[in-house]
């Protein structure tokens, strides 16, 4: 279960997310970075409790009113930078519970790269999402809901701890991470998640929210 708390971020993840991805390959051209909006979300927990793993469902206008683009931007919150991962860096936010939390490009952090391969290779779901007050958990229905392709008897296959071990390069559609043995392949570009190529024995994730059925997120190659 991921704890939740009623705070304010400043900057918000929103705001601080937008100056990041604009620049990123797989941003469209076109697209108006002004229209950029949050459509759902879905987190992940990270065992040791110390590391908030969140994917935002993105929105943004294209150009001349062509329609709609949708991105997948995955972020993990940290306490203290994340050594190792300075090219996965995006910036802090001032969180009004937590203090200074130092946000990154997940693709970069083997903690959300560990939960992902988890969550696809053992046919998993996303974190149930909770506030604690006055010693009490109250549960808050999530926006997304993804499910992994694999069985929970299955073997999950060790993942790098190191930031400096994973090796990832994004293209105009994906972000493809190379984590020890594995190929992990996320979607960004939603609207192409064909591109993904998924083939025999590859481990999928799938999410629906809105009005969006099984779409696919990521592939997991071993």
């Known amino acids: 279960m991921a704890l939740l708390h009623h705070a304010e971020l400043v900057p918000?993840?929103?705001?601080l997310v937008s100056g990041w991805v604009t620049a990123q390959p797989f941003w469209p051209n076109g697209a108006q970075p002004a229209s950029l909006r949050r459509v759902a979300a879905f987190r992940f927990d990270d065992p040791a409790g110390k590391v908030g793993i969140e994917t935002?469902?993105?929105h943004c206008d294209e150009a001349h009113?062509?329609?709609v683009v949708s991105l997948q931007?995955?972020?993990t919150y940290r306490e203290a930078p994340l050594d190792g991962g300075?090219?996965?860096?995006?910036?802090?936010t001032e969180h009004s519970v937590l203090g200074t939390r130092w946000v990154y490009d997940a693709t970069g952090d083997p903690v959300y790269l560990a939960e992902l391969v988890r969550t696809v290779v053992s046919g998993g779901r996303e974190a149930e999402l909770y506030y604690e007050e006055g010693g009490e958990r109250t549960v808050k229905p999530g926006d997304a809901q993804v499910r992994?392709?694999?069985?929970?008897?299955?073997?999950?296959?060790?993942?790098p701890l190191d930031a400096a071990d994973l090796t990832g390069t994004s293209d105009a559609t994906t972000t493809t991470v190379a984590a020890g043995d594995l190929r992990v392949q996320v979607v960004r570009l939603l609207a192409a998640a064909e591109t993904a190529h998924p083939g025999d024995g590859d481990g999928l994730l799938i999410g629906s929210w809105d009005d969006v059925s099984d779409s696919l997120l990521a592939v997991v190659r071993n």
């Not at 918000?12 to 705001?15: A, E, I, M, Q």
């Not at 300075?86 to 802090?92: D, L, P, V």
């Not at 992994?148 to 993942?159: F, I, K, L, Q």
């Open 65 to 67: 009113g062509n329609g």
């Open 148 to 159: 992994g392709s694999g069985h929970p008897d299955a073997t999950v296959p060790p993942t």
């Open 56 to 58: 935002l469902l993105l």
């Open 12 to 15: 918000s993840k929103l705001d």
């Open 73 to 75: 931007v995955p972020l």
């Open 86 to 92: 300075e090219s996965a860096f995006i910036g802090t």
